[in-house]
């Protein structure tokens, strides 16, 4: 047996899956090779240690519960989260809005420093008619 196949047959063989003489050969070969004797061992202390690490695990329902009873007792109060609000940094767009309402508003105001107040122009005037008379004039019946 080579390498590579013995590399592939590792996890079986670890959970005892193998087959009698496919496990001769891997036993064969880990007592020969000592690089994937070494892989064997790691291999083994990771598949043990996940094996552990899922017993003592609690159930999901425990650990859901755990989490709603971490938040609520250490969730900060109304006024601190408006006061983290408040302190948050300024975004970008804020700064362009900072300088371009100043702007707008000389604008503005110099437009209206000549004398002319904004919507003072002449009004339109529809449906004129110079060669009509007056309404004065005309026959209502």
């Known amino acids: 047996m080579n390498c590579e196949a ?15 003489e496919q496990r001769r050969a891997v036993t064969r070969h880990l007592a020969e090779c000592a690089g994937c004797a070494v892989s064997y061992c790691r291999l083994r202390a ?9 017993h003592e695990a609690p159930p999901v329902a425990v650990r859901e ?5 971490v938040e609520r007792e250490f969730r ?9 609000q408040v302190r948050r940094p300024v975004p970008a767009y804020a700064v362009v809005a900072a300088l371009v309402i100043p702007a707008a508003l ?15 122009a002449t009004p339109r005037v529809r449906g004129y008619d110079a060669a009509a008379p007056p309404l004065v004039d005309r026959q209502i019946l």
């Open 6 to 20: 013995c590399d592939a047959s590792l996890i079986d063989y670890a959970y005892d899956e193998l087959e009698s």
């Open 46 to 54: 990771d598949l043990d240690g996940a094996l552990q690490a899922a």
């Open 65 to 69: 519960r755990l989490r709603a009873a």
């Open 76 to 84: 900060p109060t109304w006024w601190r989260r408006a006061l983290a």
């Open 106 to 120: 000389w604008l503005v105001r110099e437009s209206t420093r000549d004398g002319a107040t904004p919507g003072a």
